[in-house]
């Protein structure tokens, strides 16, 4: 979500293509408070932000002064999902765990089978309504409904929630202050 004051002042949003050929496979961007979500939100991208460890930052300069403490990771920006999942598997498979033990040792999977199901455990899935800050446009709400309608079709391997979140106008101005 956007705030609607940043939505007043965007212009014309293009995706993501290389100018003089019209295509790119994909771009890369550092996160850590949305550098890889709005992009892709706000210009019809797939992005994905990997858990801190996941991708190697070797040869990045991946912190801003006075922010070291806030952890950041690098991700895909694709026009297509197949580009994310091509950038994902081939950085994973060059094992950057082996020169950089701080990242986590897990290989790429190209399917979700992994997700640990053993008849007891049920997937839980949050959904944000309203976060207090930010209400979601219509669009937005419209596909949250969808996507909960679309779980609630598999009751025995998840569960659908509501999240409520606690104090995220304060969250917020803490963030806001860190970056400031």
């Known amino acids: 979500m956007a705030a ?18 019209n295509h790119s496979c994909g771009e890369l961007s550092h ?3 949305g550098s890889i979500r709005s992009p892709a939100s706000n210009c019809g991208l797939y992005g994905l932000k990997p858990t801190n460890g996941r991708v190697p930052l070797i040869g990045c300069a991946a912190y801003v002064i006075g922010c070291e403490t806030i952890l950041g990771t690098l991700g895909p920006l694709s026009p297509t999902l197949g580009g994310i999942k091509l950038f994902m598997k081939t950085i994973l498979a060059a ?11 897990i290989p790429w999977r ?6 640990y199901r053993d008849g007891k455990k049920k997937l ?23 996507m909960m309608d679309r779980l609630k079709a598999f009751p025995s391997d998840v569960e659908v929630i509501e999240w409520k979140p606690y104090k995220q106008k304060e969250a917020l101005e803490i963030l806001v202050s860190l970056f400031t």
């Open 31 to 33: 996160c850590a408070g």
């Open 95 to 105: 094992k950057p765990w082996t020169t950089d033990p701080s990242l986590h040792q």
């Open 4 to 21: 609607p004051s940043e939505l007043d002042q965007i212009s014309v949003c293009r995706k993501l293509y290389h100018v003089d050929i």
């Open 110 to 115: 190209d399917n979700e089978s992994h997700i």
């Open 124 to 146: 839980t899935v949050g959904v944000l309504w309203d976060d207090g800050v930010v209400k979601p446009a219509p669009p937005v709400a419209r596909a949250l409904q969808e």
